[in-house]
């Protein structure tokens, strides 16, 4: 079969990059449950995708396993099929250490990492059929430690794991699962917690000095879901502007470093 007719589910796909990843199936001809937690956004999104026959709108708490398990069930029973599953809903609590309460980390992590595993575990039964494709959103902030990260890093390092063992151990049911992890990108979760101060650094740390769009995170996304990456498997791919390369890189040897 060619790709077109091939279904996807996209958590956190009420806006942001989740929403591009699945704008981006749609115009590949993909059908798309689009699964999020908020629902009057969930539902204005519907609305003005205005794609019934394609669509499915999943209003679920990805933490949530009894929830999570019924989702992929009605995927089944409206598509029949599943090829594609995007792990990318995700929260982010931005404090010190020892400011982050015990239920702030355990939201962050049952959201995050439990999520991810969770949708797994519902989905591999249907994408095992023909095969398929997992990817899971995780973060720069999960490859590289910095502040106020604490259980965002860690929940983020730690489904750069788990994309390695799910990709290894599901390998044998032709499913591939890589990952993709986000530079900063211009969606409401980083118009929350990203300050004046922390654009203008950020930006002094990107060698390509600008935010992502969410439309090259879809474009990512995508092409770890089709064919044109049916030998990778266990990847985590930097859609960074070139941040994580960076190292060491100081703003200001950067600045005098620069090719004209
Ligand atoms: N925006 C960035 O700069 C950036 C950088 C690195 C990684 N990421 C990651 O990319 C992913 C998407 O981020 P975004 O910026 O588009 O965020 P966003 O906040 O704009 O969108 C996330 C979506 O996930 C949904 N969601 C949250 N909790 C949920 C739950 N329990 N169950 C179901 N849905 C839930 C939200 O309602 C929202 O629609 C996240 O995993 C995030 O950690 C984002």
């Given at each position: 079969m060619t790709e077109s007719g091939r279904v996807a589910l996209v958590t956190g796909a009420a806006r942001g990059i989740g929403l591009a990843a699945a704008k981006r199936f749609l115009a590949e001809g993909w059908r798309v449950a689009l699964l999020d937690i908020d629902k009057d956004t969930l539902r204005a999104t519907m609305k003005a995708l205005d794609a019934p026959e394609a669509t499915l709108a999943l209003e679920v708490d990805i933490a949530d396993a009894t929830a999570v398990?019924?989702?992929?069930?009605?995927?089944?029973?409206?598509?029949g099929r599943l090829d594609a599953l995007v792990n990318?809903?995700?929260?982010a609590v931005f404090k010190p250490v020892l400011e982050t309460t015990p239920e702030e980390w355990a939201r962050v992590l049952a959201v995050n990492l439990t999520g991810p595993f969770l949708a797994t575990l519902a989905a591999a039964p249907l994408l095992r059929e023909q095969g398929g494709a997992i990817v899971n959103i995780t973060s720069i902030s999960g490859l590289r430690?910095?502040?106020?990260?604490?259980?965002?890093?860690?929940?983020?390092?730690?489904?750069t794991h788990l994309t390695k063992q799910q990709a290894v151990e599901l390998a044998s049911l032709r499913i591939r699962v890589n990952a993709v992890a986000p530079g900063p990108v211009d969606t409401a979760m980083a118009k929350a917690v990203h300050s004046p101060e922390i654009r203008r650094d950020y930006h002094d740390a990107i060698p390509l000095n600008r935010y992502g769009l969410e439309e090259e995170l879809a474009a990512a996304i995508y092409f770890l879901c089709s064919d044109q990456a049916s030998y990778i498997t266990g990847q985590v791919l930097a859609v960074d502007g070139g941040f994580d390369a960076a190292g060491i890189g100081l703003p200001t040897l950067r600045k005098d470093g620069r090719n004209s």
């Amino acid at each position: 079969m060619t790709e077109s007719g091939r279904v996807a589910l996209v958590t956190g796909a009420a806006r942001g990059i989740g929403l591009a990843a699945a704008k981006r199936f749609l115009a590949e001809g993909w059908r798309v449950a689009l699964l999020d937690i908020d629902k009057d956004t969930l539902r204005a999104t519907m609305k003005a995708l205005d794609a019934p026959e394609a669509t499915l709108a999943l209003e679920v708490d990805i933490a949530d396993a009894t929830a999570v398990f019924a989702a992929v069930a009605a995927v089944k029973a409206r598509f029949g099929r599943l090829d594609a599953l995007v792990n990318n809903a995700g929260i982010a609590v931005f404090k010190p250490v020892l400011e982050t309460t015990p239920e702030e980390w355990a939201r962050v992590l049952a959201v995050n990492l439990t999520g991810p595993f969770l949708a797994t575990l519902a989905a591999a039964p249907l994408l095992r059929e023909q095969g398929g494709a997992i990817v899971n959103i995780t973060s720069i902030s999960g490859l590289r430690a910095s502040t106020l990260r604490v259980a965002y890093g860690t929940s983020k390092a730690a489904l750069t794991h788990l994309t390695k063992q799910q990709a290894v151990e599901l390998a044998s049911l032709r499913i591939r699962v890589n990952a993709v992890a986000p530079g900063p990108v211009d969606t409401a979760m980083a118009k929350a917690v990203h300050s004046p101060e922390i654009r203008r650094d950020y930006h002094d740390a990107i060698p390509l000095n600008r935010y992502g769009l969410e439309e090259e995170l879809a474009a990512a996304i995508y092409f770890l879901c089709s064919d044109q990456a049916s030998y990778i498997t266990g990847q985590v791919l930097a859609v960074d502007g070139g941040f994580d390369a960076a190292g060491i890189g100081l703003p200001t040897l950067r600045k005098d470093g620069r090719n004209s």
